[in-house]
């Protein structure tokens, strides 16, 4: 009985130091703030003026800055202890810093960073990597990551951080918070220790869009406007085939909104990758094709190879006299990318620089003043923290692709959060033209709502998480078909467009797309089977007249091929392919 008594003791012992264990444990894995600072200080706002002057914009506002910019007295750590170390305190305080002050807004601390602002995955050895509240098991994402997180935490209103090649969109989209990357060069980066002077622009985050929207006018100086409604919406179709998560989670609750709040005309959809090939003809320079078939996203690597091109030799002009004469203990990832960069010559700094300018004016082009580019703002779900996966080249090249959109072109781009799918967050990005910030913050302020409403409404369906839109998928579908046709791969194209039309059959572009791969393979009888299901679905479809007429005289119906062009002119006067085939045929054969 004795035995039995203490062996019960030793069991209790032993539960109760288990408990205090595992206690001790999650203290320790999320601290009090959550990582996310560095270090706390207060910078107090200015007294409010006397009535009857309006009252500071940002009274009431707390936020913290990435330790990447300047506080008066303080060091600025760049995320690396020798740095910190080797460098004396900030003379001044960084004006943009000082702008949020002067407006109200009392900044309460410094934040992590990645180390020396370089990745986007948020992790740093030297100070601990910040909790990610929205998913504390998965990496917050960076570099901006303790800003970010002290938003999704509620520590502070509003944060500042870095966007170079993603880091606030990142760390938005995997924290679930509002991040706006403005246009580059909107927003003063004096007192900002430098990345990459051509990719850097100063960020922020918030949670609620009106503050958002308030930070904007202090930091980009706006004066009062009247807001416009966005006039067209462009869905670039191609940028969702890498998404990671069911495409309607995110593409159906935009397109829903958009719907609901602006009606079906302004929505538009576009290959993006396909219109900067038509439209930046440097990117050829650095456009390697594949020999195995694979093409896709070519153009959008080629992007990501000039990004990291400037970024490297931008960091080393900055910072390898400092690196080479300190010689700081670096993490593994980052010091093998330092080391990898070889000389550049001028010409090819040049060249990518020639580069980013093209693609400016090709997406203001596309976007004019009234319109905005949807895209995701990553393809994946939150890395697990520790794991390998952020680190693998597949990873890298989806997310980078989509981030270099806006790094390359310097146009701004805001992160909205969608809830949650799978426990993690999901978000979705705008696009609007270089210099359309006041635009893009007002289409946030008006639309954040019913994009939340919708997201809500996506999250609590009943239908199976894994179910995608048919229209949505039939037009992805459709549109790697295209792509496999540019590529001249036709059975692969026909494959597409077949499945195109199981998910949406009643739609005559797919019937007549398929028909001009048939025409390509010699399958004359299937195109002309083809082109008439299209023409049925649509009298007006020029190509499809055209297709059927060219499969018609290919097999000898050359009376009724020469209806079909014929037919072809009445809908379109100026049509010369259907003009010259016509009398070639009326020639030859009556």
């Not at 220790?193 to 980009?220: C, E, M, N, Q, Y």
């Not at 990518?352 to 990553?378: F, H, W, Y």
């Not at 082109?531 to 049925?536: D, M, R, S, V």
């Amino acid at each position: 009985m004795a035995s039995s008594s203490a062996n019960l003791w030793v069991l209790l012992g032993l539960g109760l130091a288990g408990v205090l264990l595992m206690t001790r444990k999650l203290k320790k894995t999320i601290r009090e703030d959550f990582g996310a600072f560095v270090q706390r200080l207060q910078l107090l706002p200015p007294p409010q003026p006397a009535p009857p002057k309006a009252p500071h914009p940002l009274t009431n506002l707390s936020f913290a800055v990435s330790d990447v910019f300047d506080i008066e007295g303080y060091v600025t750590g760049f995320g690396n202890p020798d740095w910190a170390r080797t460098h004396d305190t900030a003379s001044r305080t960084s004006p943009v810093v000082s702008a949020l002050v002067e407006g109200g807004a009392t900044c309460t601390g410094k934040t992590v960073v990645d180390e020396m602002a370089y990745s986007i995955n948020g992790e740093n050895k030297h100070y601990g990597t910040p909790t990610n509240p929205a998913a504390p098991s998965r990496i917050p994402g960076g570099s901006s990551s303790g800003a970010a997180v002290a938003v999704a935490a509620n520590f502070v209103d509003f944060s500042l951080g870095l966007d170079t090649v993603g880091g606030v969109r990142v760390p938005a989209a995997f924290c679930g918070v509002i991040g706006f990357r403005p246009s580059h060069g909107a927003v003063s980066h004096m007192g900002i220790i430098p990345v990459s002077s051509s990719l850097d622009t100063v960020g922020w985050f918030a949670k609620d869009p009106s503050i958002l929207r308030r930070v904007g006018h202090v930091l980009l100086q706006l004066t009062y406007a009247v807001q416009r409604s966005p006039r067209q919406i462009i869905f670039a179709d191609d940028c969702f085939q890498s998404l990671r998560i069911p495409v309607d989670r995110v593409y159906q609750v935009v397109l829903k909104s958009t719907e609901k709040l602006f009606g079906r005309q302004v929505l538009k959809r576009e290959n993006l990758e396909n219109y900067l090939d038509s439209k930046v003809p440097s990117l050829k320079a650095f456009h390697s094709q594949k020999t195995n078939g694979e093409t896709r996203n070519s153009l959008i690597r080629s992007l990501v190879k000039i990004m990291h091109c400037l970024q490297r030799h931008e960091f080393k002009h900055n910072h390898e006299e400092w690196i080479n004469s300190v010689k700081p203990i670096l993490d593994a990832s980052i010091s093998s990318q330092l080391h990898d960069v070889l000389e550049v010559a001028d010409t090819e700094i040049e060249n990518c620089q020639s580069a980013r300018m093209e693609i400016r004016s090709a997406l203001n082009s596309l976007l004019k003043d009234d319109g905005i580019l949807v895209i995701p703002t990553v393809a994946d779900p939150p890395p697990k923290l520790g794991g390998k996966e952020s680190l693998s080249e597949e990873y890298q090249n989806r997310t980078l692709g989509l981030l270099s959109i806006a790094s390359m072109s310097g146009c701004c781009q805001v992160t909205v959060p969608l809830g949650l799918y799978d426990k993690y967050p999901v978000s979705v990005s705008f696009m609007a033209r270089h210099g359309g910030d006041r635009f893009l913050l007002d289409t946030v302020q008006t639309m954040y709502a019913s994009l939340q409403e919708q997201a809500d409404i996506a999250a609590k369906s009943k239908l199976s998480s894994n179910a995608v839109d048919r229209e949505t998928s039939a037009e992805i579908a459709k549109e790697k078909g295209n792509q496999a046709f540019k590529d001249k791969q036709w059975q692969k194209a026909v494959g597409f467009y077949t499945e195109a039309i199981k998910l949406s059959g009643n739609n005559a572009t797919y019937y007549s797309n398929r028909a001009a791969a048939y025409l390509e393979m010699g399958s004359f009888l299937q195109a002309e089977a083809d082109c008439t299901k299209a023409i049925n679905l649509d009298k007006k479809n020029v190509k499809a007249y055209l297709r059927r007429g060219t499969a018609r005289e290919m097999l000898g119906y050359y009376k009724d091929a020469i209806e079909d062009f014929r037919y072809a002119l009445v809908l379109e006067p100026t049509n010369k392919r259907a003009s010259l085939s016509a009398d070639r045929l009326k020639k030859l054969f009556q």
